[in-house]
C-alpha cells in the first residue's frame, strides 16, 4: 500500500521551495506569500492546499509530515508528475536538476580548474557546451558562480575569460549578481568596460551602458560617491548616447540608463525642481512603452525603476504613480504589497536570473 505521508529532509525541502520560488517569480517568505501561492495552486486547477499548510512547510517548518496529495499538487506545479518523480530527479546524480547551491564546492571540478589556472581546459570545455540546451549552460554558469566565491583570487579568472563567449553571456550578463557577492567582482566589469567602446554597432552600444551602468550602481549603493561620480561622468556627459540608441537595445541596459540618471542629478547637485521634471518625464516614458513590453520587460522596467525611487529623494507621489502604471503586475505577488512602501514590492519584482538561483541571504 502506498504510503499518504512523507519525511522531507532539509535538502529536499529546500530544493522544492527554491523550485517553487523560481516558478512564482518571488521568494517565500512570509503568510502572504503562500496565500498567493494557495491562490494560485487552486486558480490554475493543481488543487487546493491550505495557508496553514504553506506556513508550516516553507516559513515554519516544525517537522510537518505533508500528505502525498499536498506533495504531488506541488510538484505537479513545477512541471514534476508526481512527489517520487521529483524526488527521484533530484537525487539522481547524472541529471542536473538540484538547483541548490552545492555544500562542498571542493569536490567541483569546475571550482579546482578556476583555483590552478587550467585555462586550456576550461576553454575547451566552454566552447564544447556552445550548442547545448541552455538549462544545461545555466548550470554550469552556477557552478562557475559557486566556485568563483571560494576561490582565493577570482579576478584571475576574470582576466583571462572576460572576453570568452560563455564566460561573457553566461556569468557576466545572464548571471550578473546585483549584490557583488564574488571578492573584487567590480574588476570583472571594469575589464568587460574596457572591452567596450562606443561605436556604430548596435552590440558595442550595448556592452558600453549595461557594463557602465552595473558599476555606476554598485558604487552608488555602497557609498563609494568618487567612483560612483567618474563612472556617471562617463555615462551621461561624455557621450553622445541618444533617445534612439536607447530604443534600439535591450531593455534591460536602456531602462538602467533611463533611471540611475535620476542618482547622478542628485550626485551632481542638480535642483530638485529639474530632477522632478527628469523624473515626470521617466513615468511618461513607462507609460507609453508599457503596452510593447513583454511580462519580464514590464518586471525590468519597474524594478529598476522602483529601486532608483528607493534609493534616492523622490516624493512619495512618484512612488504611488510608478505603482499605478504596474497595477497589473501587483496582481500576480501577495495582494498586500500594492498598498505598502514601495521598497517592500521590490524582491517580488526582481528581474535578475542569478538571485532565483542564488537568493540573498
Not at 506541488?74 to 536538476?97: A, M, P, R
Not at 571542493?106 to 541552455?134: P, Q, R
Request: aromatic fraction near 16%; include cysteine; charged fraction near 20%.
Amino acid at each position: 500500500m502506498p504510503k499518504s505521508r512523507y519525511d522531507l529532509n532539509a535538502f529536499i525541502l529546500s530544493e522544492l521551495k527554491s523550485q517553487i520560488a523560481i516558478k512564482l517569480c518571488f521568494p517565500i517568505m512570509g503568510k502572504p506569500d503562500c496565500i498567493k501561492l494557495s491562490e494560485i495552486l487552486l486558480k490554475e486547477g493543481f488543487g487546493s492546499i491550505s495557508v496553514t499548510t504553506l506556513y508550516r512547510l516553507f516559513v515554519n517548518f516544525n517537522g510537518i509530515i505533508p500528505y502525498q496529495n499536498t506533495l504531488n499538487v506541488l510538484v505537479n506545479y513545477i512541471g514534476y508528475s508526481c512527489w517520487s518523480d521529483f524526488v527521484e530527479k533530484i537525487d539522481d546524480k547524472n541529471h542536473n536538476y538540484s538547483i541548490n547551491q552545492q555544500k562542498d564546492i571542493s569536490n567541483n571540478l569546475i571550482f579546482h580548474c578556476i583555483e590552478t589556472g587550467a585555462t586550456k581546459s576550461l576553454t575547451s570545455y566552454f566552447e564544447s557546451i556552445e550548442n547545448l540546451d541552455y538549462k544545461f549552460k545555466v548550470k554550469v554558469a552556477l557552478d562557475v558562480y559557486d566556485s568563483l566565491l571560494h576561490v582565493k583570487r577570482p579576478e584571475l579568472f576574470f582576466s583571462k575569460f572576460y572576453t570568452n563567449k560563455f564566460v561573457k553571456s553566461m556569468v557576466l550578463e545572464d548571471g550578473f549578481d546585483p549584490a557583488f557577492r564574488i571578492k573584487n567582482y567590480d574588476y570583472a566589469y571594469n575589464l568587460y568596460c574596457k572591452n567596450s567602446t562606443i561605436n556604430n554597432s548596435l552590440e558595442a552600444i550595448q556592452d558600453y551602458v549595461f557594463s557602465q551602468s552595473v558599476l555606476f550602481r554598485h558604487y552608488f549603493l555602497i557609498g563609494n560617491l568618487e567612483k560612483a561620480f567618474a563612472i556617471g561622468t562617463k555615462l551621461y556627459s561624455k557621450t553622445t548616447i541618444t533617445k534612439y540608441d536607447l530604443d534600439t537595445i535591450f531593455i534591460f541596459p536602456n531602462i538602467r540608463f533611463r533611471a540611475y540618471k535620476i542618482w547622478y542629478y542628485q550626485l551632481i547637485g542638480t535642483p530638485k525642481s529639474s530632477i522632478e521634471d527628469y523624473v515626470i518625464e521617466l513615468i511618461d516614458y513607462c507609460e507609453n512603452c508599457y503596452n510593447s513590453l513583454d511580462s519580464l520587460g514590464k518586471k525590468i522596467v519597474f524594478h529598476c525603476i522602483a529601486e532608483v525611487f528607493c534609493y534616492s529623494e523622490m516624493d512619495r507621489n512618484y512612488h504611488i504613480l510608478l505603482k499605478e502604471i504596474f497595477k497589473n503586475e501587483f496582481s500576480a505577488i501577495p495582494n498586500c504589497l500594492f498598498e505598502k512602501p514601495l521598497k517592500k514590492s521590490l524582491p517580488y519584482f526582481e528581474p535578475n536570473g542569478l538571485l532565483h538561483y542564488r537568493p540573498l541571504k
